[in-house]
């Protein structure tokens, strides 16, 4: 049976020998633990369900069923990366749903943000149910668990995301194979799996995707915004070196406008406000200090390439006062 609780004198996993040795004592455990059943997996693309998602094709291949819900909240390229990196590369069972008319008409005209992620969830809830609900055989449910997840649902200070939600009928068995595993050693094991070095070292993202980045209640336009203007901040960020160096970076759109010119003429659109913030725990965060002619490149970018955007705005507040997130 596989290991639920963390040795106290494990080794931290830190180099690519440690790695293979965590993912053959894995595979050996998954294969004992399902047998010859089925195993449903909801792959977000984010690290800890990937790094799952690749442990469980190595050990089970095509018993793995995953399944990935584009809700339209995710980043550019995002649900392509998804498709390319388990589907073709790894030949997954890969069920893709494209759910992004179905989030978008439920979050039309919702402007609270909390109401906004309760959304979210219960259709995410909702979506993956109904998928699982179509497929027979299935006696398991693989999470991306892992170990800072279990403690702090121990003492408390969140409760456990990824445990439950599911509808009563859907009752499945757990398979957990990096719960014992810190973020830093999911990275080293996702790496000695062959994930993509985008998909190992991405920076935090949360649940509710680009729907907390979109403020105030959401429409196609101003998400596309964000989504544009994200992109180019990620591709900037990239070509200074920096990707790897801030801890955080991303761009928000305001549900307001202001009057700028464009050709000559009075435009009135939104502007794009960029954020980029270290910190260790997210508990507090200091404000990255970009270079002035990198923002003013940035800046002219987004101006000219996203749509309905005359403005762009450096947040300069550390956390606290502001959070990271805009929400
Ligand atoms: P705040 O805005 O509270 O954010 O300063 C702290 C960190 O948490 C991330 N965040 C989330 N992560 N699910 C997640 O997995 C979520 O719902 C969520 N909301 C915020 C945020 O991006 C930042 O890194």
Not at 180 to 192: H, M, P, S
Request: proline share 5%; net charge negative; hydrophobic share 45%.
């Amino acid at each position: 049976m596989p290991v639920l609780t963390r040795p106290e004198n494990m080794e931290r996993i830190t180099t690519p020998a440690l790695a293979e040795k965590f993912i053959a004592e894995q595979i050996a455990d998954i294969r004992a633990q399902v047998g010859g059943s089925k195993v449903l997996l909801a792959l977000s693309g984010g690290v800890d369900s990937s790094v799952v998602a690749a442990l469980l094709i190595k050990a089970i291949g095509k018993q793995l069923v995953c399944v990935h819900v584009n809700h339209g909240l995710l980043r550019k390229g995002e649900p392509e990366q998804v498709i390319r990196v388990f589907k073709d590369e790894m030949d997954a069972n890969l069920i893709y749903v494209d759910a992004v008319d179905r989030f978008l008409d439920k979050l039309a005209g919702v402007s609270d943000p909390e109401t906004k992620r309760k959304i979210i969830g219960g259709e995410f809830i909702e979506v993956f149910a109904e998928e699982a609900r179509k497929l027979e055989g299935v006696t398991f449910l693989a999470q991306g668990t892992i170990w800072p997840d279990i403690l702090e649902s121990e003492h408390g200070i969140k409760a456990h995301h990824n445990a439950g939600g599911l509808p009563e009928d859907l009752k499945f068995d757990l398979v957990e194979p990096v719960r014992i595993l810190f973020k830093d050693e999911v990275r080293v094991v996702g790496k000695a799996l062959g994930l993509p070095d985008g998909m190992v070292y991405r920076q935090p993202f949360p649940g509710p995707g680009l729907g907390v980045r979109c403020l105030g209640a959401i429409t196609r336009d101003r998400l596309e915004a964000v989504r544009e203007s994200d992109a180019i901040l990620r591709e900037e960020f990239a070509n200074a070196d920096l990707a790897g160096k801030v801890w955080q970076y991303f761009t928000i759109v305001p549900d307001f406008k202001s009057v700028g010119i464009k050709d000559g003429r009075r435009c009135d659109e939104w502007p794009v406000i960029l954020r980029a913030v270290n910190t260790r725990d997210a508990m507090t965060a200091t404000v990255e200090d970009v270079p002035f002619a990198l923002l003013q490149r940035i800046t002219d970018r987004i101006t000219r390439e996203v749509k309905g955007v005359n403005r762009v705005l450096y947040d300069l507040t550390p956390k606290p006062t502001g959070t990271i997130e805009w929400e």
